[in-house]
C-alpha cells in the first residue's frame, strides 16, 4: 500500500514530540479498557476515550479518516479490526479489540489492546495473550533487526513455535509508518515475507500489530465498508504499539514507559529519545 511513498525520518526532537501524542492514546486507552465491563456499550467506550483527548487538548486520528465514523475501532469477538461502535452492550465472554490514537501538535499516536470482558473462556484468554506477546517479540525484534521484514518474521515464528497451527495470522492488514500521518509508509507485515523490506533507520516510527484468528484466516468487510469479520466466525485479537528509532535504540511511544518492563523480560533495553 505504501511501497511508493517515501518513509519519514524524524529528528530526536519530532521523535520526542510523538511521545505526547503516544501517552494520551495510552492513558485514553486505559480509561476504555477499565470501562470495558458487561452492560456497557462501545459507542460509550468511544466517548471515554474521546473524553481523554479532549481533556488533553487532543484531536482523534480516527473520526473522519476516509469518513470514519468515530475515535475509536471497537472489534468484538468474530470481528478483527475496523469495527464500528455501536448501543449493543457488551455481553459476559466476549472479546474486543479496542484501537484508537491522538494527534497532538500535529503528530499521531495509534495503539490497540484487546479486552477480556468478564469471565471469558479459556481459548479467548489464550488467543489475547498469544497476540500480545506476539507483538512483544516483534518490539524486540526490531531493537536489533537491519531490516523491516525481520519484525513480521519475528512474529511468524514465535506464534508457529509456541501454538503450532492454533493460531491464524490475518495478512490482509498489517501494520505501518507513523509521523505527521496516522498511516505512513512502510508497511510492516506481521508475517515472513520473501521482500526483506526497507532498512531500519534512526528517525523512523513503526505501528507493530499483529492480529491472530482463532480458525481461518479469511475475512470479509460489511455493507458499511468498514467491519472486517473472519467468515468462519471464529474469534480474533489485535494488539498494537507505536515504537520510535533513534541512534541510541528505541522507545515504544504508546506505552508510558517506553516499554521497559516489557522488553526487559526479552532481553531488550530501551533508550530514552535523547535531545
Known amino acids: 500500500m505504501f511501497g511508493r511513498r517515501k518513509i519519514q525520518y524524524k529528528t530526536n526532537q519530532e521523535l520526542r514530540a510523538m511521545v505526547r ?11 476504555a479498557v477499565e470501562a470495558t465491563v458487561p452492560g456497557v456499550t462501545t459507542a460509550e467506550l468511544d466517548r471515554t476515550f474521546r473524553d481523554v483527548l479532549d481533556r488533553n487538548g487532543a484531536t482523534s486520528n480516527f473520526l473522519g479518516y476516509y469518513g470514519f ?11 478483527v479490526v475496523h ?10 465472554g466476549d472479546i474486543v479489540s479496542i484501537d484508537g490514537g491522538a494527534i497532538v501538535d500535529g503528530w499521531h499516536g495509534d495503539s490497540a489492546r484487546t479486552v ?26 526490531a531493537a536489533t533487526s ?7 518474521a519475528a512474529i511468524e515464528s514465535f506464534v508457529r513455535k509456541e501454538a503450532g497451527g492454533t493460531y491464524g495470522i490475518v495478512e490482509e492488514y498489517v501494520g505501518h509508518g507513523i509521523g ?23 528517525g523512523m ?32 485479537s489485535q494488539w498494537e ?7 541510541d535504540g528505541i522507545w515504544v511511544l504508546t506505552a508510558e514507559d517506553g516499554g521497559a518492563n516489557e522488553l526487559a523480560a526479552l532481553g531488550v533495553t530501551v533508550a530514552p529519545i535523547p535531545d
Open 116 to 141: 477480556l470482558v468478564g469471565e471469558t473462556s479459556r481459548q479467548d484468554a489464550e488467543l489475547s495473550e498469544m497476540t500480545r506477546a506476539a507483538m512483544w517479540r516483534g518490539i524486540a525484534a
Open 241 to 247: 504499539h507505536s515504537v520510535a528509532f533513534h541512534r
Open 83 to 92: 469495527g464500528i461502535p455501536n448501543d449493543r452492550p457488551l455481553e459476559d
Open 146 to 152: 537491519q531490516r523491516v521484514g525481520e519484525i513480521g
Open 21 to 31: 501524542a503516544g501517552v494520551v492514546t495510552s492513558q485514553a486507552l486505559d480509561a
Open 205 to 236: 516510527a513503526l505501528a507493530i500489530e499483529p492480529m491472530l484468528v482463532t480458525g481461518s484466516t479469511q475475512t470479509e468487510v460489511l455493507d458499511d465498508d468498514w467491519t472486517v469479520k473472519t467468515v468462519d466466525g471464529s474469534h480474533a
Open 69 to 79: 465514523p468515530a475515535t475509536i475501532c471497537a472489534s468484538p469477538n468474530d470481528v
Open 180 to 202: 505527521t500521518e496516522m498511516h505512513m509508509a512502510p508497511d510492516v507485515p506481521n508475517y515472513r515475507t520473501r521482500d526483506s523490506g526497507p532498512r531500519i533507520k534512526p
